[in-house]
């Protein structure tokens, strides 16, 4: 691995252990092996790099939204595969030291690390267009910027909702039955002639 990438691992292991506001650009070279001249010069500032390595925590998340390779066996679009996806989402809230936590200081501290808040803001379109194929069948490159914008930032908004509860309140926070349940009763009502 060249420095670009050591950075970047090193930085992934520091968000985990120290989280976002007490992670300094020092601890990432130590955890690293590199350098500081290396973070301006391979990502522009410590906060863009750990913006980054946010993102590919999230990224490497997508097998365990998938049932941790076991694949999903819902039909796509059903609210059986809603259950499915949500039920593995949620399992990853509930392992200790979950990295959602990571996503409330950046909603908490937003305002004091603007190039992370930033930076995420811009990655929430792409999260989108990544939950639109789970749920509801075919390939992330075929979803459409307005598909993206819509399904895939209503999907966003959920999972954003369930970090927040999931990390306020673990004991009372919603598990996937009832998300689904909560759904069917949307669905229902709203084809209510």
């Keep these: 691995m060249g420095h670009r ?10 968000l985990l252990q120290k989280g976002f506001a007490r992670t300094t650009a020092r601890d990432i070279v ?10 301006g010069y391979h990502y522009g500032s410590k906060d863009a790099l750990l913006a980054q390595a946010y993102v590919s925590i999230v990224e490497d998340m997508g097998d365990a939204f998938e049932g941790d390779g076991a ?15 949500w ?5 990853t809230m509930r392992k200790p030291g979950s990295i959602w936590h990571l996503s409330m200081e ?14 995420l ?17 075919g390939r992330e490159e075929d979803v459409s910027d307005e598909t993206a914008d819509t399904l895939g930032l209503f999907y966003v908004t959920l999972m954003t909702g369930l970090i927040a509860q999931w990390s306020f309140d673990p004991e009372t926070a919603p598990g996937a039955e009832q998300l689904t ?13």
């Design 181 to 193: 349940e909560g759904l069917r009763q949307v669905i229902a009502g709203a084809t209510k002639s």
């Design 121 to 137: 803001a811009r990655a929430q379109r792409e999260a989108g267009r990544g939950l639109v194929p789970l749920l509801m069948g």
């Design 71 to 85: 694949g999903l066996s819902a039909e796509p679009g059903s609210l059986e595969r809603f259950q499915e996806v």
């Design 30 to 39: 130590k955890e690293s092996g590199t350098n500081l001249a290396s973070i």
């Design 87 to 91: 039920s593995n989402i949620v399992g």
């Design 5 to 14: 990438e050591d950075l970047l691992e090193g930085a992934k292991r520091c």
């Design 106 to 119: 950046v909603v908490v501290m937003g305002d004091q690390m603007p190039e992370v808040r930033d930076h």
